[in-house]
């Protein structure tokens, strides 16, 4: 079955770095786009980044956009985010997601928490 497994995440200062990654099995990953959501305490889980399947295409939202990079190794099935210059509002919950036959699977997520 569909398994994705994130990890990464962590206790980070303003202005720091930290790299997801998410680990996936049980489904062809080179024929899937892959997303990165996040959840804020008490807040709606927002969508974050998405890579197309070659990995030549990306988007991100507006909030991340020029901080955030989102790759992918299809080789190593695996999607990562790259965070920089992270804000205290960053700190969520970060969830791998992907879509198949009209239906999103999730991880189970990695908390990130930006303060001082």
């Known amino acids: 079955q569909v398994r994705l497994v994130e990890s990464g995440g962590g206790l980070v200062q303003p202005g720091g770095s930290l790299r997801l990654s998410c680990r996936a099995s049980?489904?062809?990953?080179?024929?899937?786009?892959m997303y990165w959501y996040r959840q804020a305490p008490r807040k709606e889980r927002n969508w974050v980044a998405s890579?197309?399947?070659?990995?030549?295409?990306?988007d991100y939202a507006d909030s991340v956009k020029g901080r955030f990079t989102i790759s992918r190794d299809n080789n190593q099935n695996t999607v990562y985010l790259q965070m920089n210059s992270l804000k205290p509002t960053d700190t969520a919950v970060y969830y791998c997601?992907?879509?198949?036959?009209?239906?999103?699977?999730w991880g189970q997520g990695t908390q990130v928490t930006v303060a001082s």
């Open positions: 890579i197309s399947v070659s990995g030549d295409s990306t």
């Open positions: 049980g489904f062809t990953f080179s024929d899937h786009g």
């Open positions: 997601v992907t879509r198949r036959y009209g239906s999103n699977y």
